[in-house]
RNA sequence: GCGCCCGUAGCUCAGCUGGAUAGAGCGACUGGCUUCGAACCAGUAGGCCGGGGGUUCGAGUCCCUCCGGGCGCGCCA
């Protein structure tokens, strides 16, 4: 609603000021609106007057009072005023936008376009349990797909699989050398182990073994070409481990309410040829060469100055088919990029993977003809969830697109990065860490899969399943022991997830056992409490034995601006019809903390309301209508926000 | 050496395309549960927005420069 009227706001003063200073005016595109710094200026701040006192060499004043004038009556608008040396501040008409708020339809933004945008998120590598960075990556993935559901786009999940890369075939090289297993004994440890769990020291195992064996790394050698021919006992035991984990990872993920809809898999990327249509591509249109000289003699090369810009230096090159032919990452990425906007020519065959409790099925890629998968791909807008560390790759690839003449695509691929989780040494400490002693001068230190340091998913949401649990325990003690635990789980969830999220995508998250595990304060806890204490409002009426009101019927628009007098009332209402307005923004911004920000606000504001106003004892039957209708509304408009972060609300707390 | 990111209250962080008196949470200190549950609310203290130049009506935000910290820059992925 407040987008709404924000927008007709806008038109009319852009239409004023073309109709008086013409269509060359000073501004182009909408008119700007603001908040105002203080709630007593109003509810909408225009500084257009000064933008066009540049322009039209007169005072902003002048400006501002000759266009408040000029504009007229707006409907929705109780006036206008000017401030300072050339604000102008609109108020609305309370009566109006309440009965309007009333009346509003649910969820405007449900239709789909036919454009599909495609977000890549999760990407983990399927050889060993996931930790709290993949949990950062995933829970933003997942958040901005929620996100551009909310406001009507039609959006493809993808989880990119590399079953075939080193880590992988380290965990089959540590099986097979290091543990001596056949792939029937490793089919029996999937299924009775914390399989996960067990690669992840096998595989830290195995780096330290190399280190100390250098000639070890010969086995390494060996089993990548055994899983990139795809045959034999070392190939089967590779997509035995992969697919094994993979599972593990997306039940990890469902405990955190993220689904995937598609997981495209290196394996069939190489069987089904698509680097070699990509290798076509790129050498038909001049976008890689051949090296004869220098350090990259006998390579396919992208030179620097595609990716980078004033960079002619050749030594900056990008190799993208080795000496020995082989291709490297980013070329496999190239062409996975094409494939993604339906460029490549080719698709991938798909079958089944796995369906979701709630009936929603995730298929994956394959090699062996199928039909009657739905399609996947061709979109017209990707994002991929990767972290900053992988930009220079991220721009190859992109530059990959540009030198093809894929300019639209090229500028339609977005790296959504976002900085990496690294641990506190207070954690460092607490988990047995030894830190050096420049390590504990440092803010944060960094996690590392190889030395299998860090974070595990799986164990840091136990961690906070127990915690809730204790505190569901303590408040209600003698209700059954699965009802507590998935009250808890839903608070951990909530915890969990807006944690990760409410850090913006550039700042490093210095993972933190105490501030992860915290329920108070600016936490995801807080909002479903608030949501809670709405619902308990409602209940409460219910077992007095009263019934909700209709309200269309009996608020007016003179009640509504009766009620909406009360300042306090006013900016609590206007504050939860901000929602749209919020979402929508931090699409555009590209940032779901905003989101989270935002539903913290939300929170906070309908607490205070709740400390106020005692809602089901009023004794005066307009104003209890009008704060029953403000609770539902603000339950209804909580509900919807931390749905939008993934974030459930428990039946109690 | 080159590229990207960060530096805002004691700590952890917001601050949307430049806009009015720079905001939260935690921690500290005061108060508030016989009331729709206190996982809450009200209040106090705490800031040369890393330093210095510039751009303009106006800079935490843009440009330059310096200082401090992080991450990239492979025929690994």
Known sequence: MFHFLEKRIAEAFAARIQALYGVNGALQGPVQTEQPKQAS????????????????K????????????????????????????????????????????????EAPGTRAEAEKVII??????????????HLRNAILGDTFVRMLRAIGRNVEVQNYIDNTGVQVADVVVAFEHLEQKSPAEVRALIQTTRFDYLCWDLYARMSNYYQDHPEALEWRKATLHAIEAGEGATAELAHLVSDAIVRTHLATMYRLNIEYDVLPRESEILHLQFWARAFELLKERKAIYFETEGKNK????????????????????KVIVRSNGTVTYVGKDIAYQLWKFGLLGKDFYYRQWHTYPDKHEVWASTSDPQTGSPPFGRAARVYNVIDSRQSYLQDVVVAGLRALDYTAQADASVHFSYEMVALSPRTCVEM???LSDEDKKRPYVEVSGRKGLGVKADDLIDKLIEKALEEVTSRHPDDP??????????????????FMLKYTRNSVIAFDFAEALSFTGETGVYVQYAAIRARKILEKLKERGETLPDFRAELTRESMA?????ERLWQAVLMASKADAAIEQAVT???????????????????????????????NPEKKTFLLWMTDYFRAQLEHTLGVLGIDVPEYM
Not at 481 to 498: F, N, P
Not at 596 to 615: E, G, H, I, K, N
């Open 298 to 317: 006998g390579c396919w090369v992208m030179p620097a100055s595609a990716f980078r810009e004033g960079s002619e230096d050749e030594d900056d090159s």
């Open 562 to 566: 009766r009620q909406l007098a009360d």
């Open 481 to 498: 022991e699965d009802q507590r635990r998935r009250v808890a789980t839903q608070i951990a969830v909530g915890a969990l997830r807006y």
């Open 120 to 133: 890549e998120h999760t990407n983990i590598n399927p050889n060993k349990a996931a930790h709290i960075g």
């Open 432 to 434: 047995g860490i030894e």
């Open 41 to 56: 200026f109003g509810e909408i701040a225009l500084p257009a007057a000064f933008q066009l006192a540049r322009q039209l």
């Open 58 to 105: 007169k005072a902003p004043k002048a400006i501002a009072a000759e266009l408040s004038n000029a504009v007229g009556t707006i409907e929705g608008v109780a006036g206008i005023e000017i401030a300072g040396n050339g604000y102008m501040n609109v108020r609305l008409d309370r009566g109006y936008y309440g009965y309007a708020l009333l009346s509003e339809r």
């Open 589 to 619: 911004s590209g940032e779901p903390a905003h989101v989270a920000r935002y539903a913290f606000q939300l929170a906070q504001t309908f607490s205070t309301f709740y400390q106020d106003f005692p809602v089901v004892t009023e004794t």
